[in-house]
C-alpha cells in the first residue's frame, strides 16, 4: 500500500484499523443485546438465571424504573462525585500511559535498529497480559479493586523513576518493563464502575461511556507528549507520566473512601428510607429469587461491597 492515493502505507494501516473498529462498533448497538430479558439467543430458563446472578450481586434487580432514559441517567450521574472521580481517574491514568502509543521512540534512544527496536518495544507486554488475567480472576475472587488496581501502578511508578534517573540500556529497559505492568491493574477499571455505580441500569451505562471518553481524552493528550525536541532522555514526558500516575492513585482511594462510607450506610438502612426505584429493584430481585421482600432487603443490607 506504500504510495497508494500518495498516502504511506502505516497511514493505510491506521486508515483499515479506524474503518473496521467504526464499523463493528456501530453494528454493536444493534447485534449487541442490552439487558438478559431481551436477549434472543437466550432461552426462558437462561434469561432468569442471568437476571438472578445480577440481582445477586448487589442486591437489586438490573432493571430501569418506569420511563426511564439515558437521559435521566445522565441526571443522575451528574449528582453523583464518584461520576467525576471516575473520569478524572481515568484521564490520569490514560495520560500516564500514553507511552503505549510512543513505546518505540524512548525504546529507540537504546540505541538499536529500528528492526531490533520494534521487537524490543513488543516484548513487554508479554508479561502483563499473564498477570493481568490471573490478577483479574484473583480481584473477582476476593471482590477487591483498588489493591489489585493501584499495586500495578505502583509498579509502574518505580519503572518511571528508573527511567527518569538513567539512561543506562539494560536498567532503561529494565523500566519499560515495570512501566508496561501497570496495564494488568488497569483492565480492571470499568468493572470498577459498574460496581460502584451498579443501579440503575441507565446511570451505569452513561456512567461507563463517560469514563471511557475521558480515557480516549488522556491518551489523546499524551499523543503529544513525546516530543522531539525532549529526546533522547524525555524527561518532561516521563515525570507528566509520573504525576499523573500518582494522581490516579489518589482519585482510586478517594472513591474507595467513598464506597466504604456508602457501604457503613447501606448496613444502616431502613426500608422506609428506600425510594420508591430502590423498592422496586429489591422487590424484582426477591421475586427472581423466590423470596420475600423482608428476606431479599436483609440481604442487601449484608452483601459486601466492591471496592
Known amino acids: 500500500m506504500e504510495g497508494k ?15 473496521v473498529t467504526v464499523t463493528v462498533g456501530a453494528l454493536s448497538m444493534w447485534l449487541l443485546p442490552d439487558y438478559p430479558h431481551s436477549t434472543l439467543w437466550l432461552d426462558v ?85 499473564i498477570v493481568g488475567v490471573v490478577n483479574a480472576w484473583h480481584s ?18 518505580i519503572g518511571l523513576v528508573i527511567s527518569l534517573s538513567t539512561m543506562e540500556t539494560a536498567a532503561r529497559y529494565f523500566s519499560q518493563y515495570l512501566m508496561a505492568l501497570s496495564f494488568s491493574g488497569s483492565m480492571l477499571m470499568m468493572p470498577w464502575v459498574a460496581n460502584a455505580i451498579p443501579r440503575p441500569p441507565s446511570k451505569r ?12 481524552a ?23 507520566c509520573l504525576c499523573s500516575l500518582l494522581g490516579a492513585t489518589a482519585f482510586a482511594f478517594m472513591i474507595r473512601s467513598m464506597q466504604i462510607w ?12 428506600l425510594e420508591k426505584d430502590e423498592r422496586e429493584r429489591i422487590e424484582k430481585a426477591a421475586e427472581l429469587e423466590g423470596i420475600t421482600f423482608d428476606d431479599a432487603f436483609s440481604r442487601r443490607r449484608r452483601l459486601p461491597n466492591i471496592y
Not at 143 to 150: D, I, N
Not at 205 to 216: C, D, E, H, K, R
Open 262 to 273: 456508602e457501604y457503613k450506610r447501606v448496613k444502616h438502612l431502613e426500608i422506609d428510607d
Open 5 to 19: 492515493l500518495n498516502i504511506a502505507a502505516w497511514r493505510w494501516l491506521f486508515f483499515i484499523e479506524g474503518i
Open 45 to 129: 430458563e437462561e434469561r432468569h438465571l442471568a437476571q438472578l446472578r445480577l440481582a445477586k450481586d448487589v442486591g437489586e434487580a438490573d432493571m430501569d424504573s418506569e420511563g426511564a432514559s439515558i437521559f435521566k441517567g445522565l441526571c443522575m450521574v451528574v449528582k453523583d462525585a464518584k461520576a467525576y472521580l471516575f473520569m478524572s481517574l481515568s484521564f490520569c491514568l490514560s495520560l500516564s500511559m500514553s507511552f503505549v502509543v510512543c513505546l518505540p521512540t524512548p525504546t529507540a534512544t537504546l540505541g538499536y535498529s529500528t528492526a531490533v527496536t520494534l521487537l524490543m518495544a513488543a516484548a513487554p507486554w508479554v508479561l502483563p497480559m
Open 218 to 240: 488522556g491518551f489523546l493528550a499524551g499523543s503529544y507528549m513525546w516530543k522531539a525536541s525532549w529526546s533522547s532522555q524525555y524527561h518532561p514526558s516521563l515525570l507528566i
Open 205 to 216: 451505562s452513561v456512567a461507563i461511556a463517560l469514563t471511557i471518553g475521558f480515557a480516549n
Open 140 to 157: 473477582d475472587l476476593t471482590g477487591e479493586r483498588f489493591f489489585h488496581l493501584s499495586i500495578y501502578w505502583w509498579i509502574g511508578i
